[in-house]
């Protein structure tokens, strides 16, 4: 038999961190990363970790910070708490019947599957049915003010080994600058993420796009679409990446019945946590689409599940994930996560998520402090 455990306390903590640089996209500009990391603890006193990546604004996807918070207190955690249960999987099960809201679902079904396997003992890599013992990675540089600058940012980034570019584009900052990146650069891996910046009257612009021999484009068209992406990727020889599009492995299955995309981005929080992430993983390996795992500016404990989930077989591309110090002056896990020269990044062997939690650097962010009970 199965042992039961359960969920006996939860404390939510919200914590601000600057980011070295900030970050753009067609959407906007992120200056200081606001986030919510839960921490999930067992009858033994054992805890689990997981970051919310909703953002302070819903200019990504609806969800923010504090409707995050919103529907972690007043819905999922009493439905979580005390709560027998015998693995992960059922916790999206729990959580069901509440309508969307997947990075709050995602942030709280996250520390359960750490703490599952810190209570197995196994790397959560493992505990997901992961195979590599390293993963590689690209890097995503946002828009820039000059061509020049970003130059002299991708220069940085290939010396330290990075195995892909993703540009960022927007209507006026998108065929001009990618031609001259190209130029300077003419073998490199590249792909455009367009954030849902254009329609289908760009399409003779889209088209464009595929002088550039790009890995993919991704997220051309609305954040909710699947429709136009299909007659889209019609007209591109370049392959359609779905970001925004895709919350769940029906939409997924959706997305390519309808030849919407040749290549989905996993992004936990966006599709409700590792359960379904694995749903979605085992749905494009039996239809030969290329899956690789997105990135939402993560602290530690969200990039470590990144790194778990880009264990599976079927993450055929680099990810997003890059390392800590990438984005911050100092993470919240220690060590922290570092690239090797071949852009890759060692998977820990430790129980969990591998890393451990830097209790002074989250007191050290932490904006506000609440704990529940069962
Ligand atoms: O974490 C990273 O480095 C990837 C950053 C990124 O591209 C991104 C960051 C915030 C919101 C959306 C996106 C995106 O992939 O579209
Ligand atoms: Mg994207």
Redesign the pocket.
């Known amino acids: 038999m199965k042992e039961t455990f359960k969920i006996k306390k939860i404390i939510l903590r919200q914590l601000q961190m600057k980011m070295k640089a900030p ?1 753009t ?1 067609s ?1 906007g500009t ?1 200056h200081n990363k606001d986030f919510l990391l839960i921490e999930a603890v067992d009858e033994n006193g054992l805890s689990g970790w997981g970051e919310s990546v909703a ?1 302070g604004s819903p200019w ?1 996807s609806e969800e923010t910070v504090q409707t995050s918070q919103h529907m972690l207190e007043d819905f999922l955690f009493p439905t979580l708490l005390n709560a027998p249960l015998t693995h992960p999987d059922e916790v999206s099960e729990k959580f069901s019947h509440i309508r969307r809201n997947n990075m709050a679902k995602a942030a709280v079904e996250g520390a359960v599957w750490d703490l599952y396997a810190k209570r197995t003992g196994e790397p959560l890599a493992k505990a997901l049915g992961g195979t590599r013992d390293k993963i590689g990675v690209g ?2 540089i ?1 828009i820039q003010s000059s061509v020049n600058a970003l130059l002299h940012l991708i220069d940085g980034y290939l010396t330290e080994g990075y195995q892909r570019l ?1 540009l ?1 584009i927007k209507p006026g900052r998108d065929v001009e600058v990618l031609r001259e990146i190209r130029r300077v650069y003419p073998d490199v891996p590249i792909m455009a ?1 367009a ?1 849902s910046a254009y329609t289908l009257k760009d399409i003779d612009l889209l088209k464009r796009l595929d002088d550039f021999n790009l890995m993919m484009i ?2 051309p068209l609305e954040h909710d679409d699947i429709i136009d992406h299909a007659k889209l990727q019609k007209e591109l020889s370049t392959p359609i990446c779905l ?2 599009s895709i919350h769940s492995v029906s939409d997924a299955r959706k997305a390519i019945e309808l030849g919407s995309c040749k290549i989905i ?1 996993i ?1 936990i929080g966006r599709v409700g946590g590792l359960t379904e992430s694995k749903k979605i993983h085992d749905l494009c390996a039996k239809n030969g689409i290329d899956v690789w795992c ?5 602290a530690g404990v969200g990039r470590a599940h990144n790194i778990a989930i880009t264990t599976l077989p079927q993450f055929t591309l680099p990810g ?3 390392g800590s110090s ?2 911050w002056e100092e993470d919240i896990i220690v060590p922290e996560v570092t690239v090797n020269a071949d852009g890759t990044i060692n998977v820990p062997n430790q129980p969990g998520i591998g890393y451990e939690v830097n209790m002074k650097a989250i007191e050290k962010y932490k904006v506000s402090e609440k704990v529940f009970t069962a």
């Open positions: 970050f996209t959407f992120i953002m990504y890097i995503s946002g993703k960022k993420d954030n991704e997220q970001d925004e981005n992004k997105g990135g939402m500016l993560e997003d994930t890059a990438r984005y």
